[in-house]
T-cell receptor, first 112, second 114 residues
Framework: DQQVKQNSPSLSVQEGRISILNCDYT??????FLWYKKYPAEGPTFLIS?????DKNEDGRFTVFLNKSAKHLSLHIVPSQPGDSAVYFC???????????FGTGTSLTVIP | ETGVTQSPTHLIKTRGQQVTLRCSSQ?????VSWYQQALGQGPQFIFQ???????GRGNFPPRFSGLQFPNYSSELNVNALELDDSALYLC?????????????FGSGTQLSVL
């Protein structure tokens, strides 16, 4: 039962353009959402988060948008840089639980 | 500030054996979680420890067990290893068990069961 889904396994973008990574969830109790970036042979590193009381959060080149009615969130990276090439996971948690639910990841390649 | 460290980085075991993986949490963090990441999948929650007590568990059988020590470091033990246990095991810590506290991950232990 995959409660967090990333339906695009991979994405290629030209350097300088915008990267948009998408994530859908099914559990309406989720109220905290995060994006993690993972390089090979390393653990996931935190990128940006958003709580359900907001619909947008920005941090430099990274912006996360949350659409609660659609149970959808997206990560925008602009401008994309070659160093952004990695696997991106979205994750969600509910206030009543202790676990984070992760999607299967999207592999982003930024082409110089 | 020391991050989350895990040992060993790689491990090869045979079916039926037992394994212990170790994790030191980031300084100032009292909550540790373990996740299993199979190839091509996202991390799956195994369990969480807060102040030496298990306070959350995912859909994993009892042969997956853990400990947290007074210094907040942790162990993951897996008994009677099966081939499907081959995966990257990730330890994550956070400042406390509040649900809006983000996870900080270690680099993981790659376990291969032959």
């Amino acid at each position: 039962d995959q409660q967090v889904k990333q339906n695009s396994p991979s994405l290629s973008v030209q350097e300088g353009r915008i990267s948009i990574l998408n994530c859908d969830y099914t559990n309406s109790m989720f109220d905290y959402f995060l994006w993690y970036k993972k390089y090979p042979a390393e653990g996931p590193t935190f990128l940006i988060s958003i709580s359900s009381i907001k619909d947008k959060n920005e941090d430099g080149r990274f912006t996360v948008f949350l659409n609660k009615s659609a149970k959808h969130l997206s990560l925008h990276i602009v401008p994309s840089q070659p160093g952004d090439s990695a696997v991106y996971f979205c994750a969600a948690s509910a206030w009543s639980g202790n676990q984070f639910y992760f999607g299967t990841g999207t592999s982003l390649t930024v082409i110089p | 500030e020391t991050g989350v460290t895990q040992s060993p980085t790689h491990l090869i075991k045979t079916r039926g054996q037992q394994v212990t993986l170790r994790c030191s949490s980031q300084s100032g963090h009292n909550t540790v979680s373990w996740y299993q990441q199979a190839l091509g999948q996202g991390p799956q929650f195994i369990f969480q420890y807060y102040r030496e007590e298990e306070n959350g568990r995912g859909n994993f059988p009892p042969r997956f067990s853990g400990l947290q020590f007074p210094n907040y470091s942790s162990e993951l033990n897996v008994n009677a290893l099966e081939l499907d246990d081959s995966a990257l095991y990730l330890c994550a810590s956070r400042r406390n068990s509040a649900t809006n506290e983000k996870l900080f991950f270690g680099s993981g232990t790659q376990l291969s069961v032959l």
